[in-house]
């Protein structure tokens, strides 16, 4: 049977390229990069090279100081806004964030409240998105934090960051956005878009999972969430995974080396994908934004029948997509995104992501515009709210 991934905001396949880049630190390149003889500087010469291609990548000024490699995206998210939020607590402890953030942020947003913070959930457009405006107007004296994601893990929606990272530099507020889905899809330059802080994952991009980075303009102090080592620059205690900072580095060249022309190839899928499934299934609605949107994300909601079930016969077909983001799905609470957008709960059940990757072919899109309406049609048949 036919296999197709569409699953690629959950995460990505490793590209072979970049296992190669990989393959000798997990071999014969294993000093530790904090050692002093010449195993231990091999392997801080190549975390050194990957934090140059992420700063290129990005477009930030220092690379030595201005990147520290972390665990994975959901550590950058923490490190971020518990770091300024303990570190600038004397100026206040009001933050700002979306209603749509993924958990690693909202949840963190969350914490702190139980601490004595206060944050500011900014509600969203039918969309997904906010705007520059609502957080001009949001912020107040005591505002410490302006954490506000690049592009939706759910319904793709890109956020006008450019336009924020303005008002929060005029109005002298840290901004940070979680990219981890904007990062080698769309084009992000931290100087021009006015962005302080960025979280990023590998194993969006086709790196390795289990590694990520943030990007911490020189001049802003983010105290180490974890404690027992110098390395980072003191940002991050904890030997580093060169392996994997190795493959972050390779991956977000690759990714972002050719990104105009990429991305149009993927916008191009995405748009067939979603023509194809507008004119063979009736009664669905395209989530998020029709232009303003990550160039791999398909979001619908399909009337009259569970996200769920769609998700089981699709998976019968070999075909691999999700409901809302991999972590919720299993869940049956529907998404918060989708809530938060105004769908009706009964809708909002009824959604199916697919996600488009690098290793997406046409043949693929072909494939599911052929599977999901018969599914969709056999499942509506057995639906009793279905009215034929
Ligand atoms: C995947 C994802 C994260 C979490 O990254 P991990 O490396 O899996 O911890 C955070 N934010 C967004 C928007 C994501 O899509």
């Known amino acids: 049977m036919k296999r197709v991934y569409m699953d690629n905001a959950a995460t990505t396949s490793l590209n072979k390229e970049v296992f190669d880049e990989m393959m000798p630190y997990l071999t014969e390149i294993y000093g530790n990069p904090s050692s002093l003889h010449t195993f231990g500087q091999e392997a801080h010469k190549a975390v050194s090279n990957a934090r140059q291609q992420v700063a290129k990548a990005i477009n930030a000024a220092d690379y030595e100081r201005e990147i520290i490699f972390t665990g994975c995206g959901t550590e950058s998210d923490n490190m971020v806004i518990k770091g300024i939020a303990e ?20 949840y963190t947003c969350q914490y702190l409240e139980k601490t004595g913070y206060e944050v500011t959930y900014l509600p969203v457009d039918e969309f997904g998105q906010v705007t520059a405006e609502q957080v001009r107007e949001a912020i107040r004296p005591d505002t ?33 956005t979680d990219a981890v889905q904007a990062i080698g899809h769309v084009k992000v330059d931290v100087q021009d878009m006015n962005i302080d802080m960025l979280s990023i994952s590998a194993h969006k991009f086709h790196g390795p999972k289990g590694v ?15 404690v027992g080592g110098a390395q980072e620059r003191n940002k991050r205690a904890g030997t580093e995974n060169v392996a994997g900072i190795v493959g972050l580095g390779k991956a977000i060249e690759l990714a972002c080396a050719d990104i105009e022309k990429t991305s149009e190839r993927m916008i191009a899928m995405r748009d067939r994908l979603i ?73 909002a059940h009824g959604s199916v992501r697919l996600t ?29 709210l279905w009215h034929g």
Do not use: Q, W
């Not at 570190?87 to 909202?106: D, F, N, P, Q």
């Not at 395209?286 to 303003?292: A, C, K, Y």
């Open 212 to 226: 990520g980075a943030l990007y911490v303009r020189k001049g802003i102090v983010i105290p180490s969430l974890l």
């Open 275 to 347: 023509a194809g499934i507008e004119s063979t299934i009736p009664e669905i609605k395209l989530n998020g934004h029709r232009t303003e949107r990550l160039p791999g994300n398909v979001n619908f909601s399909i009337k009259y029948i569970e996200g769920e079930s769609i998700l089981l016969m699709l998976d019968l077909n070999g075909i691999a997509a999700s409901s809302g983001s991999a972590c919720t799905s299993g869940a049956l609470d529907p998404s918060h995104v989708l809530l938060e957008m105004g769908l009706p709960h009964e809708i």
């Open 144 to 176: 410490i934090l302006v954490t506000i994601m690049f592009g939706n893990n759910e319904v793709g929606t890109i956020m006008p960051i450019k336009e924020i990272g303005a008002v929060c530099r005029e109005k002298g507020v840290f901004f940070h």
């Open 356 to 384: 488009l990757g690098d290793d997406t072919t046409d043949a693929d899109v072909d494939y599911v515009l052929e599977v999901l309406p018969r599914i969709v049609e056999k499942l509506r048949r057995m639906s009793p």
């Open 87 to 106: 570190r600038y607590a004397k100026k206040g402890k009001h933050i700002i964030t979306s209603a749509v953030e993924h958990h690693a942020v909202l």
